[in-house]
Each structure stands twice: as C-alpha cells, then as structure tokens.
C-alpha cells in the first residue's frame, strides 16, 4: 500500500487534534480530579478489607469486559470510517450490536456453568459476582456508545458524558455506602445505576438510533472485525495480566488487606495518571486512522506526539516517584494504607511505559495486525505473572512492584523491536536533547530543596515542575528565534 506525506493536510489535522485535545481536556481534567478524590474518599468509608474486595470486583469486572464487550466498541471506532464511507451504516451498526448482545449472552451463559470455577479462582463471594455480572450490561453499552461519539470527531459530547459519569458514579456510591452501610457492594452498585443513566444520554448524543435499523447480516462482513478485535481482546487481557493479576495473586497469599494496600498504589498511578495522558491519544487516534484511510502518511504527526507525551508525562512520573510517601499521604485519609509509597515509583515507571506504547503499538492497529501487539503483549503479561510467584513470597509489595515495572518495560521495548514497513517511527531527538537540558536546573532545585530550603511537599513538587518547564519553554524559544 502506498502512502504519501502531505505536510498541507498533516497541518490541517494538528490544528484540528489540538483543538480536539482542548474539547477533551475538561472531560479528562475532571477525570483525573474524580481518579484523585476516589482514594480519599474511599478508603475514609471502607477498611483494607473492604478495599481490598472492591479492588478485586473491578479486577475481575474489567476481565470480563475484556473477554466480551471492550473488542467490540473499539473495533466500532476502528472501521467506523471506513463504512461511513461506503454509506452501509445501518447494516455496520446491526452487525456491532448483535456481535455485543451475543458476546453478553455468551458470557452469563459461561459465567453459570462455570461459576465454581470463577469463586474459587477470583475469591469473590456469590452475591458480588452476581453484582458484578449485572454491572456489565451497562457498562458493556458505554464502552460501545463512547467509541462510536469518539469515531464521529463528538468531543464535547464525550467530554460533558464523562465529567458526568465520574461525579455521578462518585455522588452515588458515597450515598450508598454511609446511608446503606452496604461497604464495597455500595461502590458498585453507585457506579451501576450512575453509568446506566449515562447510557441514555449517549443514546442521544451518539444519534444512533437514526442511523440503527435491523438489516439482514452478512456473516463475511463480521470477518475483519473478528480478526481487528479478537487480538485486541488477547492483547487487553495480556495488559490486565500486568497490571491486574497481581491482586489475585496478593489475596490468595496475603489476603484481601494487602490487595486493598496494593489498589490504592495502583488508584493513585494508573487510572489518575492514564486519565491525564490520554488527552493526546483520545483526540488523535481518530484522525490517524481517517488519514491513514486515506492513504496519508502518518508516521511524522505520531512521532510528533510521541515526543509531546514523553515531554509532559516523564517529568510529572518523575517527581511523584521522588515524593512517594507524601504523594500517598496526600491522599489517604487512612494511614493504613500508607504503607502503599513502597509501589508508588514502580508503578509510576509502568504506567508511563504502557502509556508510551499507545504511540509504538499504533502501528498494528493501523494495518489491522493486532495479532502482533497480543504477542508482545502476552509475553509480557507472562513475565509478570511469573515474576509475582516469585517475588511476591519473599517481597512482598516490592515484588509486586517490580513485576508490573519489568512487564510493562518489555512491552514497551518490544513494540519498539518490532516494526511494520513504512509504520517505523522517528525518535523526537530534539525533543529528547532539549529534555536533557531542563532537567539540569530540575536537579539543581531538587538539590535546594533537599539541603537548603525545605518547603512543603506539594509547593517543592509544583516547584520543581515549573522549573523544568520553563526552562524547556525557554530552551524552544531560543531555538525558534536562532532559526528565524
């Protein structure tokens, strides 16, 4: 397949992503600042016990998403396109939500005949499981409806639902919880009735049900969103075996109260930390995959964001890393669980890794060999579990931090190993040098900091940050004013 660069229509679609990225940035600031006041507020109503089992619910929660539901909203955004093209959506949209419904279906129907199977492995009790399969519906129903806003450029839309389901599931579960004292059951039953709510509101905003009309399937059509999804799911179950199975792991030798000290680690990096960083990827990724339809050539605007992802994300990785116990202290209103700043620094390095391959695995998702980001990834996931048998007896937390750091840098070290032809991506070198550069007045503040001035955690944190960047600022102004 021949590709062209096209600098005119490259411009044209960095204007559009940034103004992309200020329409979802609302949406994922106040998904972050929701992330942010979940593990305050939680661990103030439940103990590690309780948080522990609520932790081990939205584990296995997300697994089941992965198995049945997830694969088919993304395959949704990915040919979206494509059959909006070729004006045979009500057809495309039949055959989606079939495929949904059936996967649901198939998973109750598993889901009962193997139930024994799934208490014994999971260590959930009979009335969360049930919970937890109810659960799903709806949140099977978003996951679809939010890929399909996405796939139609609807960023506000998607930003307004969001900032919506994050405070409405928060608002909901604080009720349930003081006024019902049903302790973790009430964390999921608010987040039940509030993405159910959500549901009606994309219906509308998604405008789908002009589009949806039953029609008669072609089963051949189904073919290459199988073949797009099925790996997508493999590869998402690899990514929950990193940074998921090591609470399973924890419950069946420590019990649910080092599984509650290990989701706090994981509330305060992963979710609150990806909410933020993928600004840049939920405002790109549809319009790279609009341009590579139409034979452009992408690989300069994603190493462009690549290197902005890796100019925002490192430096705050870094700074939460070397302020772990106050960083945690910061948000645990219980000092049980303050013991989690062990797992802070390694879990930040991972998330930043599996963030940093949305940009080196976008290549599979392009040329639909998603086959290939489920190997890398599975090998991965592998490592880790193995990694946590070993580690976890002896280490204890520490071993589940190096486990999850480990796993998700060779993700990351591999996509970068494996490249597609004409999807190689260019390393943002400049970017990198200018890095560099800023992190030497970034050392000599935190030497200050550290020896002669002591401030607050969070003024020194802010501080440092503000350092770096505007000396980065600097450094770019500089370069542009030498070149013009």
């Not at 103990?47 to 088919?72: H, K, N, R, T």
């Not at 802070?344 to 930043?352: D, H, Q």
């Not at 490592?383 to 840098?409: E, H, M, Q, R, W």
């Not at 970068?416 to 560099?436: D, E, Q, R, S, Y």
């Amino acid at each position: 397949m021949e590709f062209v660069e096209n600098k005119e229509v490259e411009k044209e679609q960095l204007k559009a992503i940034f103004k992309d990225m200020l329409k979802y940035s609302p949406s994922k600031l106040c998904g972050m600042l929701g992330n942010a006041i979940i593990v305050p507020v939680y661990t103030s109503l439940l103990s590690p016990e309780q948080y522990g089992l609520y932790s081990i619910s939205i584990a296995m929660l997300s697994f089941l998403c992965i198995l049945f539901s997830d694969w088919v909203g993304l395959s949704g955004l990915r040919f979206f396109r494509q059959h909006q093209l070729t004006q045979d959506m009500p057809k495309y949209l039949t055959t989606i939500v079939l495929m949904l419904m059936s996967n649901l279906a198939l998973m109750v129907l598993v889901a009962f005949i193997f139930r024994h199977n799934f208490y014994s492995f999971f260590h959930v009790p009979v009335k969360y499981f049930a919970a937890i399969l109810i659960l799903i519906i709806p949140v099977a129903a978003r996951a679809l409806l939010s890929q399909l806003l996405r796939a139609q450029l609807k960023s506000l839309s998607f930003t307004i639902t969001t900032i919506l389901n994050q405070f409405t599931s928060i608002l909901l579960s604080v009720f349930f919880v003081k006024y019902f004292n049903l302790g973790a059951m009430g964390l999921l039953l608010g987040m039940g009735v509030s993405i159910s709510l959500i549901d009606l509101l994309l219906v509308y905003q998604s405008n789908i049900l002009s589009w949806f009309k039953f029609q008669k399937i072609e089963w051949h059509s189904m073919f290459p969103i199988f073949k797009y999804g099925i790996p997508i799911a493999a590869t998402s179950l690899s990514a929950w075996i990193i940074n998921q199975s090591n609470k399973f792991i924890m419950n069946s030798i420590h019990g649910f109260s080092q599984v509650g000290i290990v989701g706090v680690a994981y509330g305060l990096t992963l979710p609150l930390l990806m909410t933020i960083f993928s600004i840049i990827t939920v405002a790109a990724i549809p319009r790279i995959i609009n341009m590579y339809e139409e034979r452009i050539d992408v690989r300069p605007i994603i190493s462009r964001f690549a290197g902005y992802f890796v100019l925002v994300a490192l430096p705050v990785i870094l700074v939460i890393s070397m302020y772990s116990v106050d960083y945690v202290s910061m948000f645990s209103s219980n000092d049980k669980f303050d013991v989690a700043f062990q797992l802070i620094p390694y879990f930040a390095f991972g998330t930043f890794f599996m963030a940093l391959t949305d940009y080196t695995t976008l290549q599979y998702h392009l040329a639909n060999k998603t086959y290939i980001d489920f190997i890398i990834k599975l090998i991965s996931g592998i490592s880790n579990i193995v990694l946590n048998i070993l580690l976890i007896p002896k280490y204890g937390l520490i071993g589940v931090g190096v486990a999850t750091l480990v796993a998700n840098f060779l993700y990351f070290l591999l996509s970068v190993i494996i490249v597609l032809p004409n999807l190689a991506l260019k390393f943002p070198v400049k970017t990198l040098g200018k890095m560099l550069v800023a992190f030497v007045p970034f050392g000599i503040t935190y030497y200050i900091f550290n020896n002669v001035i002591h401030l607050p955690a969070i003024i020194e944190m802010i501080g440092l940050l503000v350092v770096y960047y505007v000396f980065y600022a600097v450094l770019s102004l500089l370069k542009l004013n030498k070149e013009n």
